[in-house]
């Protein structure tokens, strides 16, 4: 039986398994894959950084933030950021989780 709990490294595949099934624009979306991750460029961190600082956010160690990890899964995903808006707490720090395991 599959664990919804793991975070799956196979082939060099990222993917990120939620344990809720979220309906988003008329998708049914289990799981995410943030493979991207590998690839991420200063140019992306940049674009997150500007992102964040036109929401107010302190530059200061920002790729620890919940905002940063879920905006960096956006873009590495092409699943827009207000998909991961409503993540549950759960599944939003799973996504972090990955997210930071690249820094």
């Known amino acids: 039986m599959e664990n919804k709990n793991e975070i799956v490294l196979a082939e060099e595949k990222v993917v990120c398994k939620f344990e809720n099934t979220y309906n988003f624009e008329g998708k049914e979306i289990s799981e995410v894959d943030l ?25 200061v160690s920002q790729e620890f933030t919940m905002e940063y ?35």
């Not at 200063?42 to 500007?50: C, F, L, P, S």
């Not at 992102?51 to 107010?56: C, E, P, R, V």
């Not at 950021?81 to 993540?87: D, I, T, V």
């Open 35 to 59: 493979t991207g991750l590998a690839d991420v460029t200063a140019a992306d961190m940049i674009a997150v950084n500007r992102i964040m600082a036109l929401n107010g956010a302190s530059p």
């Open 69 to 103: 990890a879920l905006q960096m899964a956006a873009r590495v995903s092409k699943v827009p950021y207000e998909f991961y808006e409503r993540l549950s707490m759960p599944d939003a720090f799973k996504v972090r989780r990955t997210v930071q395991s690249f820094f």
